[in-house]
């Protein structure tokens, strides 16, 4: 099964995408993460992506496609995968499709701009292996200490709140739009982000399964 989650920055796609792996057993293919690892590597593409990234606007199309392109074709892949921010905009859908990729399903995880606000000055993320955590929602078990790895959790440079305004005002211009895209060929469902984690993970898997 192909997936992909759509959603304002901060709604939570990253959480219901490892809730979605757990249950189906195939790996979540996050463009954000593979983004930040090129920048902390100084690779060619993330050299290109650092400015874009830090200023809250979207990388180039043709690099996070080329990005993206190499991922899925890795073996993990082959039972499926859950794209976690891809595609973010009208061409980058239309890349997938020419690439001849079947998407199952799209779920947009809905959340109101003001409580995106809310949740993405809390947010705290592992510098070292990018999991990610809200001091109120969903908090570490040690404070400032990662779960799963142990590394510290930062607060990340794009989740400053004037970053954050900027990062709403693209999401609604160019990756709103993909709801229609999506909508037109019948795989869109949306899914109301709770106030409880939990709550969310049981309408995603439901919207799976339907
Ligand atoms: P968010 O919390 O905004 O969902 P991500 O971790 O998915 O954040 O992405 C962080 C940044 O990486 C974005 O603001 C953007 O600059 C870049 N990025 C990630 N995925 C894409 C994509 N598909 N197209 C363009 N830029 C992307
Ligand atoms: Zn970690």
């Not at 082959?78 to 990729?101: C, H, S, W, Y």
């Not at 900027?166 to 106030?195: D, I, M, S, W």
Request: proline letters at 4%; aromatic letters at 4%.
């Amino acid at each position: 099964m192909n997936l992909i989650l759509l959603g304002a920055p901060g709604a939570g796609k990253g959480t219901q995408a490892e809730v979605i792996c757990k249950a189906l057993n195939i790996p979540t293919i996050s463009t954000g993460n593979m983004l930040r690892e090129a920048v902390k590597n100084g690779t060619k593409s993330g050299l290109e992506a650092k400015s874009f990234m830090d200023s809250g606007k979207l990388v180039p199309d043709e690099v996070v496609i080329g990005i993206l392109k190499d991922r899925i074709a890795e073996d993990d892949c082959k039972n499926g995968f859950i794209l976690d921010g891809f595609p973010r905009t009208v061409p980058q859908a239309e890349a997938l499709d020419n690439m001849g990729v079947t998407i199952d399903k799209v779920i947009e995880i809905y959340v109101p701009d003001e409580k995106i606000k809310q949740r993405l000055s809390g947010r705290r993320v592992c510098e070292r292996c990018g999991n990610s955590y809200h001091v109120d929602f969903k908090p570490t078990k040690v404070e400032g200490v990662c779960d799963a790895c142990g590394g510290k959790t930062v607060i990340r440079k794009d989740d400053e709140p004037e970053t954050v305004n900027n990062r709403l005002a693209v999401y609604h211009e160019q990756t709103a739009p993909l709801k229609g895209y999506y909508e037109k060929q019948g795989k869109l469902v949306t899914v109301e982000g709770q106030e409880e984690v939990s709550e969310t993970s049981k309408l995603t898997l439901a919207a799976i399964e339907a």
